[in-house]
């Protein structure tokens, strides 16, 4: 039905920088919000950042200033760009897509972070 395929994840050292994608397909229905959370082991899912159609963001506290969170509605496709990578940043990052009926899940890509 829906498939939300992501990319970008992998391998940094601790200051770099990575870009994660998510493109949304297999669906007519309109988009609303977007985001993206992370699982590490051990702990609980968290909001790391969403988007809504009108491009108001939000934002975890652990990430303010260095992630940042866009769409392309074109695209049905939303991106996360995280700078200034932490060690604790470390996590697999899942993609979340919000339709007025239902929520789709990407599968998670895995972001570490480390020397």
């Known amino acids: 039905q829906v498939q939300l395929r992501e990319s970008g994840g992998g391998l940094v050292q601790p200051g770099g920088s990575l870009r994660l994608s998510c493109a949304a397909s297999g669906s007519s229905f309109a988009i609303n919000a977007m985001g993206w959370y992370r699982r590490t082991p051990g702990k609980e899912r968290e909001l790391v950042a969403t988007?809504?159609?009108?491009?108001?963001?939000n934002y975890a506290d652990s990430v303010k200033g260095r992630f940042t969170i866009s769409r392309d509605n074109a695209k049905n496709t939303v991106y996360l760009q995280m700078n200034s990578l932490k060690p604790e940043d470390t996590a697999v990052y899942y993609c979340?897509?919000?339709?007025?009926?239902?929520?789709?899940w990407g599968q998670g890509t895995q972001v570490t972070v480390s020397s």
């Open positions: 979340n897509v919000k339709y007025d009926r239902f929520t789709a």
């Open positions: 988007i809504t159609p009108g491009l108001s963001t």
